[in-house]
Every structure is written in structure tokens, then in C-alpha cells.
């Protein structure tokens, strides 16, 4: 049996990757927005594809949210405030998505529609850019004091760390491109028409960046966190990870005449990057540049019979979200229409 | 103001009122949405089910935008309450954790199909939508105040290495007595906010003669629901919180009613402004012997003076506790009044002549949100200056990295997007009841 941190650990992660990919789709499809989608009705329909989904998809982040601060609050505690000012940017960013996504087809007046057309391209342009260079910190290190928190300016500057830098940038672009080209393929699977045919040839330059910038962030991970890297060898869920990747890079690839199986393959690309992530970060939870700093999953947790305990609710209660995400995906199957005015988003 | 603390109490506080501005209202008319459609699934119920379609409207906007705003919060116990956050993983985080589960998901799937369902589903289905959404609400309500009732009474929990909170007695802790008091009557003060809006539109309605059927049907549930939910605000539930205070917090309730020095016979203060400096209350009116008789159910109890306790336990803004306290109170007592004037004169067949009151009933809703405001001030503001009474002071819980700066910018930023959210809220709802009830428009 695995410690009981471990299992923790392995279910914010679960439930991190599902918000990834779910919402990861609506990210997407809001970059995508402002330029596939040329007439409102268009929009419209790139707002009916994942209008109905977002508010469920974004709730795997509230869970996961909920997750880390019970089973490793010291870890959510150290992040959260040391990267004070990205995490209210980035809810400041989703505050904005949902607002855009939500309010623009009550009004018809054109103004209104294209302002908020442009909030909600600014905002889902903002999370992936935001969240990448997140997890690109976590990769680096961040200054861990011995109290157990640490303070990060926003720019690296004269040798001090920030929360962008070169790596970190390079993350951000890597997550960027990736929910855009994801966002690609739900979007194909789930529209018809002249705008699908548009993102039906963005689809392939998308893909192909993602897989490069993938290759090059490997590459400068290697350099930037060996010990990382090194982990990969002895972490059998990594080279599962591995697997996901290359076989989800050469479905969207080799079946991108089709619709379903590249998204598949996107889905399959995505999760297999973070598991990689997560197998080679363990079991550090939160990696201090001193390494002697770093928060352990193990000593970031919970005390373990309380999230043996826990485990009677968080198993049902993650069952019960796919069922509901097995059943809202069922209910809006095959491809969307844009909505009339007053009848959806 | 170089002490960030002030800055991440007056965001979290900002931020949290603004949110509650919207779930309060959802809650109780995710209630009276589920009786619209109950009644409206029986024979001869097709006003009711034009009632529904319109409110489920009113509904879909206040909910989104509770939704968005309700985001926030979460992430503010990392970002601003990092050493708060840090101890109580298990007594808060792992409630918030199930919020998310049990019931974010559920409001989250049968949102849409509440909103833009209705001719997909058919009657049946679409009632199971708006149940669904009532029984998420509702359940999301229980387990935040069940969380505050820990903050607010810490019962069941041990304590572990470096101050963390430990749930000892699970039993204690989910059935903290504070919890099922602060739940009853929270729930029906947001039904007081809902019926309040409700009866409003229907008495805007009526005096500019429009959609009078409509009109008619939202001012008898209206004020039914209104003078129920009114009294039972009062009594039992806002008593028995009352009682609770008293018992656990004899500070808060001493700096709630401005009382300085103990005694028997204690009254009850309605006028009066609270001298902090001189220990005194000023031009103080009062009714001797309720306070002792509402605290403690008898007259002659003692009830203590804030000199009985150590400043450093005083709550730290007690001009504004009692004020709080008092604006809830007495608007509470108001709306007694109000609602069961509006079901008299309903009752006696006045209302619809007596124009004076069915305006005072269309300006009426905003009361409530001041109550429920004033209501959660009293709550927080007396469990000051702890964060977990007794236990986890408010200075102890903040970011040790965070400085004032960087608070200061994002309170500001947090303003900007609420106003730009608030104008654009405001306008839509408006469109929507100015339009009337019905079938929606483009």
C-alpha cells in the first residue's frame, strides 16, 4: 500500500488534470474565438459548444482548490500567497471568462456582443499564459524560506527569480499553444460550417508548435531542473506519461482527417504531460532552490488518518462529478447549432 | 497603512459581501422556484409556470454572477490567509473540498438546462432541474456556515503539531450546535431577500397597470412567503443565534449592545451610539430587562459588560459591531410589520387599492440585503479578534509574504471589476423586469 500522502497527492493531481483538460478545451475555444468565428451566429456557435459544459469543467479547479487546501494546506499556503499576485490575476481571469461567456447573448446590440467577444478571448488568453508559467515555477524551485514560505517578484530581474522567466515563459507559451490546439479539436468535433473548416486547418500548425515547444521544454527542463529530469528512470507513472504523449502526439497526427480521434489524442497528450510532471516532481511537493527547503508531499500533508478518512467522501464524490460530466456530455452530444436569440448562449 | 492585515481584511470583507449579494437572493428563490413549478405542474397552473420562466431568468443571472464572484473567496484563504490556511486543512479545507464535489457539480450540470432548458426537458425534467439546483444551493449554504460555525464556535477538534485543527469528534464538529442555529436562520433570512424582490416586481408590475395577472401572483407568494420567512427570521432562529452568542461569545454580545459595565436586569439598547473611548454608551434608549431575558430567557439574568473582559479580547471595531447588529435587528422588526400589513390588507382585498403601501413594498427589497449584510457583519465582526474564537487570532492567520502593496492593488482591481460587473448585472436584471413575464426577448 502506497502512503496515504501519496494517494493525496495522486488525487489533486487527478482532479488538477481534469480541470486541465476539461476546461482546457473552453481555453481553447475562447483564444480560438475572436479569429475562427467571423459572424455572430459563428460566435455563437463557438459559445453553444462549450457554453453548456464551462461551469461544470471549471468546477474540477474549485475541487481541486478544495483538495490541496485539505489534504496539503502547507503547500497551499506557501504557493497561493508566494505567487500572490498571478493567483488573483488568474481568478481575476476566470471571474472574467464566466462573466463574458455568460452575459454576452442577453443583449443583441452589437457593441455589447463584441466587447464582451473581446473579454472573453483576453480572458481565456490569460488563464493557460498564467497557469503554465505556475507549473513552470513549481518545476524550477521558488525561494522556499526556512519558515515555509516564500516572496516572488512577478519579473525575473539582476539574477533574482520571478515568476516569469525565460523557463517559466517558455512553459506558459508550451501551455498556451497546447489548450489552443485542444481547443481546435473539440471545437472540429463539435461544429460544422464554414468556421469549422477554418479551425479544421488550424488544427495541424497548432499541433505541430505544441509538439516542438514540448520538445524544447523537455530539453530546457533538463537543463534547468536535472534532478527532475532524473527522477524519470525509476517512476514507472512517468513512462506512462511517456507513453500518453507519444501515442496522443501520433493519433492527432496521423488521424487528422477525422474528428474524434485527434481529440482523443490531444486528451491523451495533455494528461500524459502532467502525469510525467507530477510522477518526476514526487515526492516533492513544493521545490525550494535550496533543496535542503523543499516541502515533501509527505510533510505537507494532512494528518493521515484524517485523509484516510477522507477518502469515504473524495471516492464517491469524484464518481458522482464524472458521472454528471458523462451525463451533461451525453445530453449535448453531436454538433451544435448556434442557439436563436433567448434560447442559449 | 504600511500593516497589510487591515488591507486583507477589508478585500476578504469586500469581496464577501459583494459575493453574499448574489447567493442570498438564489437561495431563497431557488425555493420559491420549486413551488412555482410544483403548483405549475398541477392542473390550471400556467400563471405559474409564466411566474417560473421569469424568475428562473432573474435567477440564471443572480446565480452567475454568484458563481464568479464566489471563485474568489476560495482562492483568497491561500493567497491572503496563508497561516489560516495553513492549520485548519482538515476543519475548512476539507468542507470546501466537498462543497465542491457535492455540490458545485450538481448546480453546475442542471444550470443550463434550468436556464435554457425548459422546452428540451419537458415539465417533469425541468422540475428536477430546479430541485436540483435548490437541493446544490442549499447544500453549498450548509456547508460554508458549517464552516463558519467552527470559526465561530470551535467544538469537536483537537490540536496537533504546530497549532494544526484536528477533528476529534466528527460527530460534534458537523453538528456543532452553532451550525443548524446560523443554517435555519441564514436560509430564512435569504428567503426574506427573495420574497422581498418578489413581491417588489409584482408591486412594480401592478402600479405602472402592466402584466396584472403576473403582478397579482408575485405579491400573494410574495408576501406569504415574506411574512413567514420575516417571523421565522425572528423567532425561533434568530433567537436561538442569539442565545448562542450570549453563551459563546459574551464579548461580541456585549460590544453588540454597546454594554460596558455587567449587571442584572439587563435592557435592551434600541437608540444610542457606543463610546468606546469613555466605556459608555451615548443618549442611550433602552427597554430594561429584555437584553437579560433574550440572552438567557430569564429577567433578571446577569448579562456581562465589556469591562469584564481584556481589551485584547474586545472585538476590534465595536462602533460598527453595534451598529451592525442594530440596523439587522431593527430593519428585521420592520419587515414583520411590512409583510404582515401587505398579508392583512391582501387578505382583506385593501392591497390592491392602497397604493402607499404597494409602494412601499416595491421600495422595500433593498432592506433586506442591507439585513443580511448587517446580519453577517454582526457575525464576523463579533467573532473579532479571532479567526477561530478563542483560539487563532485574525493578525495570526494573514500572509507572512504578502505586503500591503500588493493587497492594496489587488483590493482596487477587485473594485474596478465588481463596479463593471455591478453596472452590467444591474442592467440586465432591470431589462428583464421592465420587459415583464413574458416569453424572453432577444
Given at each position: 500500500?502506497?502512503?496515504?500522502?501519496?494517494?493525496w497527492?495522486?488525487?489533486?493531481a487527478l482532479?488538477?488534470?481534469?480541470?486541465?483538460v476539461l476546461?482546457g478545451?473552453?481555453?481553447g475555444?475562447?483564444?480560438?474565438?475572436?479569429?475562427?468565428?467571423?459572424?455572430d451566429?459563428e460566435?455563437?456557435?463557438?459559445?453553444g459548444?462549450?457554453?453548456p459544459?464551462?461551469?461544470?469543467n471549471?468546477v474540477w479547479l474549485?475541487?481541486a482548490g478544495?483538495?490541496?487546501?485539505?489534504a496539503f494546506p502547507?503547500?497551499?499556503?506557501?504557493?497561493?500567497s508566494?505567487?500572490?499576485l498571478p493567483m488573483?490575476?488568474?481568478?481575476?481571469?476566470?471571474?472574467?471568462?464566466?462573466?463574458?461567456l455568460?452575459?454576452r447573448?442577453?443583449?443583441?446590440?452589437?457593441?455589447w456582443?463584441?466587447?464582451?467577444d473581446t473579454?472573453f478571448?483576453?480572458?481565456?488568453?490569460?488563464?493557460?499564459?498564467?497557469?503554465?508559467?505556475l507549473l513552470?515555477?513549481l518545476?524550477?524551485?521558488?525561494p522556499?524560506?526556512?519558515d515555509?514560505?516564500f516572496?516572488?517578484?512577478?519579473f525575473?530581474a539582476?539574477g533574482?527569480l520571478g515568476?516569469?522567466?525565460?523557463?517559466?515563459?517558455l512553459?506558459?507559451?508550451l501551455?498556451?499553444?497546447?489548450l489552443a490546439?485542444?481547443?481546435?479539436?473539440?471545437?472540429?468535433?463539435?461544429t460544422?460550417g464554414?468556421?469549422h473548416?477554418?479551425?479544421?486547418s488550424?488544427?495541424l500548425?497548432?499541433?505541430?508548435?505544441?509538439?516542438s515547444l514540448?520538445?524544447?521544454?523537455?530539453f530546457?527542463t533538463?537543463?534547468?531542473a536535472?534532478?527532475v529530469?532524473?527522477?524519470?528512470p525509476?517512476r514507472?507513472?512517468?513512462w506512462l506519461g511517456?507513453?500518453?504523449v507519444l501515442?496522443?502526439?501520433t493519433?492527432?497526427f496521423?488521424?487528422?482527417?477525422?474528428e474524434?480521434?485527434?481529440?482523443?489524442?490531444?486528451?491523451?497528450?495533455i494528461?500524459g504531460c502532467?502525469?510525467?510532471?507530477a510522477a518526476?516532481?514526487f515526492?516533492?511537493?513544493l521545490?525550494a532552490?535550496e533543496a535542503?527547503?523543499?516541502?515533501?508531499?509527505?510533510s505537507?500533508?494532512?494528518g493521515?488518518?484524517?485523509m484516510?478518512?477522507?477518502?469515504?467522501?473524495?471516492g464517491?464524490g469524484?464518481?458522482l462529478?464524472a458521472?454528471y460530466l458523462?451525463w451533461?456530455?451525453?445530453?449535448?452530444?453531436?454538433k451544435?447549432?448556434?442557439a436563436?436569440?433567448?434560447?442559449?448562449y | 497603512?504600511?500593516d497589510?492585515?487591515?488591507?486583507?481584511r477589508?478585500?476578504?470583507?469586500?469581496?464577501?459581501v459583494?459575493?453574499?449579494?448574489f447567493?442570498q437572493?438564489?437561495?431563497g428563490l431557488a425555493l420559491i422556484i420549486?413551488l412555482?413549478?410544483a403548483?405549475?405542474l398541477?392542473?390550471g397552473?400556467?400563471?405559474?409556470?409564466?411566474a417560473a420562466?421569469?424568475?428562473v431568468?432573474?435567477?440564471?443571472?443572480?446565480?452567475?454572477?454568484?458563481?464568479?464572484t464566489g471563485i474568489?473567496m476560495?482562492?483568497?484563504?491561500g493567497?491572503n490567509?496563508?497561516?489560516?490556511?495553513a492549520?485548519t486543512?482538515?476543519v475548512?479545507?476539507q468542507?470546501?473540498?466537498?462543497?465542491?464535489?457535492?455540490?458545485f457539480f450538481?448546480?453546475?450540470?442542471?444550470l443550463?438546462?434550468?436556464?435554457?432548458g425548459?422546452k428540451?426537458?419537458?415539465?417533469?425534467?425541468?422540475?428536477a432541474?430546479?430541485?436540483?439546483l435548490?437541493v446544490?444551493s442549499?447544500?453549498s449554504g450548509?456547508?460554508i456556515?458549517?464552516?463558519?460555525?467552527f470559526m465561530?464556535n470551535?467544538v469537536?477538534y483537537?490540536r496537533?503539531?504546530?497549532g494544526?485543527f484536528?477533528?476529534?469528534?466528527?460527530g460534534a464538529?458537523?453538528f456543532?450546535?452553532?451550525?443548524?442555529?446560523?443554517?435555519?436562520?441564514?436560509?430564512?433570512?435569504?428567503l426574506?431577500?427573495?420574497s422581498f424582490?418578489?413581491?417588489?416586481?409584482g408591486?412594480f408590475w401592478?402600479?405602472?397597470?402592466?402584466?396584472?395577472?403576473?403582478?397579482?401572483?408575485n405579491?400573494?407568494?410574495?408576501?406569504?412567503?415574506?411574512?413567514?420567512?420575516?417571523?421565522?427570521?425572528?423567532f425561533?432562529?434568530?433567537?436561538?443565534?442569539?442565545k448562542?452568542?450570549a453563551?459563546?461569545?459574551p464579548?461580541?454580545?456585549?460590544a453588540m449592545?454597546?454594554?460596558f459595565?455587567s449587571?442584572t436586569?439587563a435592557?435592551?439598547?434600541l437608540?444610542?451610539?457606543?463610546?468606546?473611548?469613555e466605556?459608555?454608551?451615548?443618549n442611550p434608549?433602552?427597554v430594561?430587562?429584555?437584553l437579560?431575558?433574550?440572552?438567557?430567557g430569564?429577567?433578571?439574568?446577569e448579562?456581562?459588560?465589556?469591562n469584564?473582559?481584556?481589551?485584547?479580547?474586545?472585538?476590534?471595531?465595536?462602533?460598527?459591531l453595534y451598529?451592525?447588529f442594530h440596523?439587522m435587528?431593527?430593519?428585521?422588526t420592520?419587515?414583520?410589520?411590512l409583510?404582515g400589513?401587505?398579508?392583512l390588507?391582501r387578505?382583506?382585498g385593501?392591497?390592491?387599492?392602497?397604493r402607499?403601501?404597494?409602494?412601499?413594498?416595491?421600495?422595500?427589497?433593498?432592506?433586506?440585503?442591507?439585513?443580511?449584510?448587517?446580519g453577517w457583519m454582526?457575525a464576523?465582526?463579533?467573532r473579532?479578534?479571532w479567526?477561530v474564537y478563542?483560539?487563532?487570532r485574525?493578525?495570526?492567520?494573514?500572509?507572512?509574504?504578502?505586503h500591503?502593496g500588493?493587497?492594496?492593488?489587488?483590493?482596487?482591481?477587485?473594485c474596478g471589476l465588481y463596479?463593471?460587473?455591478?453596472?452590467a448585472?444591474?442592467?440586465?436584471?432591470g431589462?428583464?423586469?421592465?420587459?415583464?413575464?413574458e416569453a424572453?426577448?432577444?
Amino acid at each position: 500500500m502506497p502512503e496515504i500522502s501519496t494517494v493525496w497527492f495522486w488525487l489533486v493531481a487527478l482532479l488538477l488534470t481534469a480541470w486541465a483538460v476539461l476546461d482546457g478545451f473552453d481555453f481553447g475555444a475562447g483564444i480560438l474565438h475572436r479569429f475562427v468565428a467571423r459572424t455572430d451566429s459563428e460566435r455563437r456557435e463557438v459559445l453553444g459548444a462549450i457554453g453548456p459544459v464551462f461551469d461544470g469543467n471549471e468546477v474540477w479547479l474549485i475541487a481541486a482548490g478544495g483538495s490541496l487546501y485539505f489534504a496539503f494546506p502547507r503547500l497551499m499556503a506557501a504557493a497561493f500567497s508566494g505567487f500572490y499576485l498571478p493567483m488573483i490575476f488568474v481568478v481575476w481571469a476566470l471571474l472574467l471568462r464566466g462573466v463574458s461567456l455568460e452575459l454576452r447573448s442577453h443583449v443583441t446590440n452589437s457593441l455589447w456582443r463584441s466587447f464582451f467577444d473581446t473579454t472573453f478571448g483576453v480572458s481565456s488568453f490569460a488563464v493557460p499564459l498564467l497557469m503554465g508559467a505556475l507549473l513552470g515555477n513549481l518545476v524550477r524551485g521558488v525561494p522556499l524560506r526556512e519558515d515555509g514560505y516564500f516572496e516572488l517578484g512577478l519579473f525575473a530581474a539582476g539574477g533574482d527569480l520571478g515568476v516569469l522567466d525565460g523557463y517559466t515563459f517558455l512553459c506558459a507559451l508550451l501551455v498556451l499553444t497546447t489548450l489552443a490546439a485542444h481547443g481546435a479539436n473539440w471545437l472540429v468535433w463539435k461544429t460544422q460550417g464554414p468556421m469549422h473548416q477554418r479551425v479544421r486547418s488550424l488544427r495541424l500548425p497548432l499541433w505541430l508548435g505544441s509538439c516542438s515547444l514540448w520538445l524544447l521544454t523537455t530539453f530546457v527542463t533538463w537543463r534547468v531542473a536535472p534532478d527532475v529530469i532524473a527522477r524519470f528512470p525509476q517512476r514507472p507513472l512517468a513512462w506512462l506519461g511517456l507513453v500518453l504523449v507519444l501515442g496522443g502526439l501520433t493519433t492527432v497526427f496521423l488521424k487528422r482527417k477525422e474528428e474524434l480521434a485527434p481529440f482523443a489524442g490531444g486528451v491523451a497528450f495533455i494528461v500524459g504531460c502532467l502525469v510525467m510532471t507530477a510522477a518526476c516532481l514526487f515526492p516533492v511537493a513544493l521545490r525550494a532552490n535550496e533543496a535542503a527547503l523543499s516541502l515533501s508531499v509527505a510533510s505537507a500533508a494532512t494528518g493521515a488518518s484524517a485523509m484516510k478518512g477522507a477518502l469515504l467522501w473524495a471516492g464517491p464524490g469524484v464518481l458522482l462529478a464524472a458521472g454528471y460530466l458523462w451525463w451533461v456530455l451525453r445530453h449535448f452530444r453531436g454538433k451544435v447549432t448556434a442557439a436563436r436569440d433567448g434560447e442559449g448562449y | 497603512m504600511a500593516d497589510p492585515l487591515a488591507w486583507h481584511r477589508l478585500q476578504f470583507a469586500f469581496t464577501i459581501v459583494y459575493h453574499y449579494l448574489f447567493p442570498q437572493l438564489t437561495m431563497g428563490l431557488a425555493l420559491i422556484i420549486v413551488l412555482l413549478k410544483a403548483r405549475a405542474l398541477r392542473p390550471g397552473g400556467e400563471a405559474y409556470a409564466t411566474a417560473a420562466r421569469f424568475w428562473v431568468r432573474i435567477f440564471g443571472l443572480n446565480f452567475v454572477v454568484g458563481v464568479v464572484t464566489g471563485i474568489p473567496m476560495e482562492f483568497q484563504f491561500g493567497t491572503n490567509w496563508a497561516r489560516f490556511s495553513a492549520v485548519t486543512g482538515e476543519v475548512v479545507g476539507q468542507l470546501l473540498a466537498i462543497e465542491g464535489l457535492f455540490a458545485f457539480f450538481l448546480e453546475s450540470s442542471f444550470l443550463a438546462m434550468l436556464v435554457w432548458g425548459e422546452k428540451k426537458l419537458g415539465p417533469k425534467k425541468h422540475f428536477a432541474a430546479a430541485l436540483a439546483l435548490f437541493v446544490g444551493s442549499w447544500m453549498s449554504g450548509v456547508i460554508i456556515i458549517t464552516t463558519n460555525a467552527f470559526m465561530q464556535n470551535p467544538v469537536g477538534y483537537g490540536r496537533g503539531p504546530d497549532g494544526v485543527f484536528v477533528i476529534q469528534d466528527l460527530g460534534a464538529y458537523l453538528f456543532n450546535p452553532w451550525a443548524l442555529a446560523q443554517f435555519a436562520h441564514n436560509q430564512m433570512a435569504s428567503l426574506v431577500t427573495a420574497s422581498f424582490v418578489v413581491t417588489a416586481v409584482g408591486a412594480f408590475w401592478f402600479l405602472g397597470g402592466a402584466h396584472l395577472e403576473q403582478a397579482r401572483l408575485n405579491l400573494k407568494v410574495g408576501t406569504g412567503l415574506g411574512l413567514l420567512a420575516s417571523v421565522l427570521v425572528a423567532f425561533p432562529t434568530g433567537d436561538l443565534q442569539a442565545k448562542l452568542v450570549a453563551h459563546h461569545q459574551p464579548a461580541a454580545l456585549a460590544a453588540m449592545e454597546g454594554r460596558f459595565e455587567s449587571g442584572t436586569r439587563a435592557e435592551i439598547h434600541l437608540l444610542g451610539q457606543p463610546n468606546v473611548k469613555e466605556r459608555k454608551l451615548d443618549n442611550p434608549i433602552g427597554v430594561p430587562m429584555v437584553l437579560s431575558f433574550l440572552a438567557f430567557g430569564r429577567f433578571n439574568a446577569e448579562v456581562k459588560g465589556l469591562n469584564e473582559f481584556p481589551e485584547a479580547d474586545w472585538p476590534d471595531n465595536i462602533e460598527l459591531l453595534y451598529y451592525s447588529f442594530h440596523v439587522m435587528v431593527g430593519l428585521g422588526t420592520l419587515f414583520i410589520g411590512l409583510m404582515g400589513l401587505a398579508v392583512l390588507f391582501r387578505w382583506r382585498g385593501w392591497l390592491e387599492k392602497t397604493r402607499p403601501l404597494l409602494w412601499a413594498l416595491m421600495l422595500a427589497f433593498p432592506f433586506p440585503y442591507i439585513a443580511n449584510t448587517a446580519g453577517w457583519m454582526t457575525a464576523e465582526l463579533g467573532r473579532q479578534p479571532w479567526l477561530v474564537y478563542g483560539l487563532l487570532r485574525t493578525a495570526d492567520g494573514a500572509s507572512p509574504t504578502v505586503h500591503a502593496g500588493s493587497t492594496l492593488f489587488t483590493l482596487i482591481g477587485f473594485c474596478g471589476l465588481y463596479l463593471v460587473l455591478g453596472l452590467a448585472f444591474l442592467f440586465l436584471v432591470g431589462r428583464e423586469v421592465t420587459h415583464g413575464p413574458e416569453a424572453a426577448h432577444a
